[in-house]
């Protein structure tokens, strides 16, 4: 794990036997289940958890029990802190996920399992949290056409920010997506680029998305004047503009989609999302039908695409139609 969990005896109120198993246990996951599992799912379930351990040291909680009441007790208290904090409903069943995995990998007793009522309690009360989640500012075609006259695309930084967004709106990738592309999944013929894995795609057999002409001349120019002919194709920038050898990471691309927000003078920030959430809006006004938005976005249902448009069929359905 790229960060240890910080686990102590006094996290555990666990007998010898029980112990040493979820001791084991823990060592297989770091040796050889963690490097499996997406970089982001680790990230979320490692601080969540870390979260929880320190939430009961400081409450002298036992965090990890042999006994699922003394573990109920734990969890009903951290769970009833984030009722009361500003978390999200997201966020809070998330955290109790988080939770409920390591406790699953230590192979000890689950209080949602044992306890019926505490199972009820958790799902009863967290209907009074709100589920709705804040969706990404969509960032949209005609957007990225004018960030294109908009960035100054012959230094290597404006020229990057206007690849990214507009390959990024062309093959609706996710982030994780795009930072890992390089020149290999490019076909220049088939105007496709391939994604060789998702975070949906569990049988890692990846997917192609489809690149404009207009993305493929900015990709073209970016390829020659960073001068990268192999490996990844979105590299980090030094200060003073040289191309590093190094992929960019996550935080350095949401800076880069805010950097854009900010040069068209948009009302809120730009996220990874927004390019997501913006070419589902695009293809929706263009009346491309929804099988082949969910085909395009790599989705394995129509219930996320229909989530990011919502804002837009308000507008454009009921009494939008006669009025």
């Known amino acids: 794990m790229s960060q240890a969990l910080t686990l102590t005896s006094d996290n555990f109120a666990i007998d010898d036997e029980h112990y040493h198993l979820v001791v084991d246990n823990l060592t297989e996951l770091h040796d050889s289940v963690w490097h499996t599992m997406a970089l982001n799912t680790r990230k979320a379930y490692q601080s969540d958890f870390n979260q929880y351990l320190l939430f009961c040291r400081e409450r002298q ?10 573990t109920k007790v734990a969890c009903q208290a ?37 306890s019926k009522l505490f199972s009820r309690y958790i799902n009863g009360t967290l209907k009074a949290k709100p589920s709705a989640q804040k969706q990404a500012k969509p960032l949209q075609l005609h957007e990225a056409r004018l960030a294109n006259h908009v960035l100054d695309v012959d230094t290597l930084l404006g020229l990057r920010d206007a690849v990214l967004i ?21 076909d220049w013929q088939a105007k496709t680029i391939f994604a060789p894995r998702s975070k949906t795609d569990q049988a890692g057999d990846g997917h192609y998305g489809y690149m404009s002409d207009e993305t493929a001349m900015l990709l073209k120019k970016w390829l020659a004047d960073a001068g990268i ?19 960019m990471k996550y935080q350095a691309l949401l800076r880069r989609y805010e950097a ?13 999302h927004s390019t997501r959430t913006g070419g589902v809006l695009t293809l929706l006004s263009a009346d491309v039908p929804m099988a082949e938005i969910v085909l395009s976005g790599n989705w394995k249902s129509e219930a996320m695409a229909i989530r990011y448009a919502k804002q837009y069929r308000a507008g454009t359905v009921g009494m939008a139609k006669v009025r």
């Open 229 to 247: 002919e192999e490996g990844f194709i979105f590299r980090k920038l030094s200060p003073k503009q040289t191309v590093q050898s190094e992929p």
């Open 166 to 186: 507009n390959l990024a709106l062309d093959t609706l990738f996710r982030a994780s997506n795009l930072l890992a592309i390089e020149v290999q999944h490019i």
């Open 61 to 70: 909680l036992p965090a990890l029990a042999s006994d699922w009441k003394i």
């Open 78 to 114: 951290f769970f009833d802190w984030m009722m009361q904090s500003p978390l999200s409903h997201h966020s809070v069943k998330r955290k109790l996920a988080s939770i409920r995995f390591f406790l699953g990998v230590s192979e000890l007793p689950d209080p949602w399992k044992h």
């Open 260 to 272: 854009v927000g900010i040069a068209l003078n948009t009302e809120g920030k730009f996220t990874c």
